[in-house]
Antibody, heavy 121, light 106 residues
Framework: DVQVLESGGGFVQPGGSLRLSCAAS????????INWVRQAPGKGLEWVSG????????SYADSVKGRFTISRDNSKNTLYLQMNSLRAEDTATYYC??????????????WGQGTLVTVSS | DIQMTQSPPTLSASVGETVTITCRAS??????LAWYQQKPGKAPNLLIY???SLESGVPSRFSGSGSGTEFTLTISSLQPDDFATYYC????????FGQGTKVEIK
């Protein structure tokens, strides 16, 4: 079975940094793009960032471009999101979501349980 | 950027009813549209991809249709387990979600 498990969330002050991790298993990790999707409390879903299977291609929502960096270590089957210059509006549950396709932009077949990031003074 | 507009924001219905949720794209996305169900405190769950393809394991009472800019999700004979929030997602260009439709018990 496919499993993705996020970690690294927590409480951080505005302007601070945090690194999220997503450990995956049950599939050939390097074959699939993986994404970060967030959900602010009581709000809808927002795609944040995605990375190709090889790690050679990345993309970001305008709201996080220049502040967040997505990366992956295919030898460890792990995805990361480095979040810098955090703002109150970044407060959300962050989900790791695996693409259902092996190429191009795609829908998401497998999601983690999410990790909560709270940005507050 | 492609914007996705879902309607209605909230829908009240009874068990056994058929309900329809609409999602409109700000430009053509061909059939690159997915639908998800989300229950409180849980991650979203994929229902439909490529506008009308049913994900494995999803009950056949869920169906999707549309192409271009207008899409619908239909739930036939609503079951107690179906009361949840539903989101559309375009994946033609990056990814954008609709605002969500909450299906409540009437």
């Amino acid at each position: 079975d496919v499993q993705v498990l996020e970690s690294g969330g927590g409480f951080v002050q505005p302007g601070g940094s945090l690194r999220l991790s997503c450990a995956a298993s049950g599939f050939t990790f390097s074959t699939y793009a993986i994404n970060w999707v967030r959900q602010a409390p009581g709000k809808g879903l927002e795609w944040v960032s995605g990375i190709s299977g090889s790690g050679g291609s990345t993309s970001y929502a305008d709201s996080v471009k220049g502040r967040f960096t997505i990366s992956r270590d295919n030898s460890k089957n792990t995805l990361y999101l480095q979040m810098n210059s955090l703002r109150a509006e970044d407060t959300a549950t962050y989900y790791c979501a695996k693409d259902g396709c092996s190429g191009g932009t795609c829908y998401y077949t497998d999601w983690g349980q999410g990790t909560l990031v709270t940005v507050s003074s | 950027d492609i914007q996705m507009t879902q309607s209605p924001p909230t829908l009240s219905a009874s068990v056994g009813e058929t309900v329809t949720i609409t999602c409109r794209a700000s430009q053509s996305i061909s059939s690159w549209l997915a639908w998800y169900q989300q229950k409180p405190g849980k991650a979203p769950n994929l229902l439909i991809y490529k506008a009308s393809s049913l994900e494995s394991g999803v009950p056949s009472r869920f169906s999707g249709s549309g192409s271009g800019t207008e899409f619908t999700l239909t739930i036939s004979s609503l079951q107690p387990d179906d009361f949840a929030t539903y989101y559309c997602q375009q994946y033609n260009s990056y990814s954008t979600f609709g605002q969500g439709t909450k299906v409540e018990i009437k």
